[in-house]
Structure formats: structure tokens, C-alpha cells
């Protein structure tokens, strides 16, 4: 049993947590360090990975919510993407049993950077909304975005969000508020999906992973309440901060070395 003060600080690093994922992912940037410090030391990573599922599936619900309720998107253009996701995370959980995705760090460094430097390079990405493509291609891309990205997030996930971002805008022609909102439901049904393959192999802490998920739910609505306020151009600008942040974070991990 962790004490209170410890407990405390998980809830209030989860609900920071649901804040900035709900507006351009990386929420797994707060939750998963703050769970590497509470847990015992031996705690399994497929342990980990469960009990943050349970977590980041609050904040996603709360926020793909928000944002289905707001008619930033319509529905229609949610589900086949939302199907794409459940699909690849499945495999994605398959394989964290399997195999360890420290060897996936150097990559999405790499990836992050990239990102980092073209929506820098380009200050008019991701401002207006502008779709390159027809809607049945735009389905399909989407589609195959969510499933790459679902896979991802449930063997490794850490920058899930801020990579479906990124995509959105880049290869559909989305703005930042819209590729938000589309990412939030992929985002909500791979969380959802890898969340219920590990409890299923009982792979989680009821007793941290419940209070934290309340606190992420509060933080993961309150954050799409002020992307839909603030718009695009704020939007833009928390995901350049967020990207800068994961890459040093990735970039720390990698000099210390496999854990």
C-alpha cells in the first residue's frame, strides 16, 4: 500500500496529465514516470502499462466526449478510424507480453524531432482546415493512420497522441483543433482496448490505477473544454511544447539505458 502523500501525488500528476493529453497528447509523458517513482521496485512493466491504461482510458473517454458533444467532427468520421485502433492496439498488447520496446525509444526520438522541426519550419500548419483529400481517401487514410498508431500505443505508446496529431494535419489537411479531436477517439479506442487486455491478464493496481483515473477523467475534460476555447493557433502552440518535452524526455531515457 503506497501512503497518502504519495497517492496524492499520483492524482494530481494524473490529472495534469489528462489536461495536456486531452489537447495534444503526452500525457503518458507525466503518468508513466510518476508511476515508475511510486510503484515498488521490481513492479512487472506489463504491470505498469495496465495500471496507466487504466488511467489514460478516464481522460481519453472524458475527452473524446467533450469533443463528439462540441461537432468539432462528426461521428461518422470517428468510427472507422476508432474500429482501426481497437484492431492494432490489440496486436500492439499481444506483443508487449513478448517482446521488451526499448528498441522503439531511438525511433521515436528521432520521429519527434522531425515533427518538431517541420511544424516550426511551417508556422501555417495546421491553422486553417484544408483537406487534401476526397472523403472516401480521407476515410481510408485515417484508417490506416489509426491502425499503425493503435499498434503502437499498445506495445510502447509514449507520443501516441501527438504523433496522431501530427499525421492528421500533415497528411489530411486538418487543422490542429480537428486532428485533436480526431486523435482524442483514436486515441480513446486504443487505451480502451490495450486497458481491457490487461486487466483481463490481470496486469494492473486497482488501488492506484482507480484514483488516478478519476483525477485523469477531470483533467482529460477540462483540457478539450479549453482547446474548443482556445482554438487552433493555442493549440498549435501547446503541441510544440509538449513534442520538445517528450524529446527529452526519450533522449534522457535512452543515455540512461534499458531499465
Not at 84 to 104: C, E, K, N, Q
Not at 212 to 217: D, L, R
Amino acid at each position: 500500500m503506497l501512503g497518502f502523500p504519495v497517492v496524492a501525488l499520483l492524482m494530481l500528476a494524473a490529472l495534469l496529465a489528462g489536461f495536456i493529453d486531452a489537447i495534444v497528447g503526452g500525457g503518458g509523458l507525466i503518468t508513466v514516470p510518476a508511476l515508475m517513482l511510486a510503484l515498488p521496485a521490481g513492479t512487472p512493466l506489463t504491470t505498469m502499462l495496465g495500471t496507466n491504461k487504466v488511467v489514460a482510458s478516464t481522460g481519453t473517454t472524458m475527452a473524446a466526449w467533450r469533443f463528439l458533444r462540441s461537432g468539432t467532427l462528426s461521428w461518422r468520421e470517428m468510427v472507422g478510424p476508432v474500429l482501426a485502433s481497437a484492431i492494432g492496439a490489440s496486436g500492439g498488447v499481444w506483443l508487449t507480453y513478448r517482446v521488451h520496446g526499448d528498441f522503439l525509444r531511438p525511433v521515436m526520438l528521432g520521429l519527434l524531432v522531425a515533427m518538431l522541426a517541420f511544424t516550426l519550419l511551417k508556422p501555417e500548419l495546421g491553422r486553417l482546415h484544408a483537406p487534401r483529400h476526397g472523403l472516401s481517401h480521407q476515410r481510408g487514410l485515417a484508417g490506416l493512420i489509426a491502425l499503425a498508431l493503435g499498434f503502437y500505443d499498445g506495445f510502447f505508446g509514449p507520443g501516441t497522441g501527438s504523433v496522431l496529431i501530427f499525421l492528421f494535419v500533415g497528411v489530411l489537411g486538418f487543422d490542429f483543433l480537428r486532428a485533436s479531436a480526431l486523435a482524442k477517439s483514436v486515441n480513446w479506442a486504443s487505451n480502451l482496448c490495450a486497458m481491457g487486455l490487461f486487466l483481463w491478464q490481470g496486469s494492473w493496481i486497482p488501488s492506484v490505477a482507480l484514483g488516478m483515473a478519476a483525477a485523469n477523467g477531470a483533467g482529460g475534460y477540462l483540457g478539450a473544454h479549453v482547446a474548443l476555447n482556445k482554438g487552433s493557433g493555442w493549440v498549435r502552440g501547446v503541441f510544440i511544447g509538449v513534442v520538445g518535452a517528450l524529446i527529452l524526455r526519450l533522449a534522457w531515457q535512452i543515455l540512461q539505458g534499458p531499465r
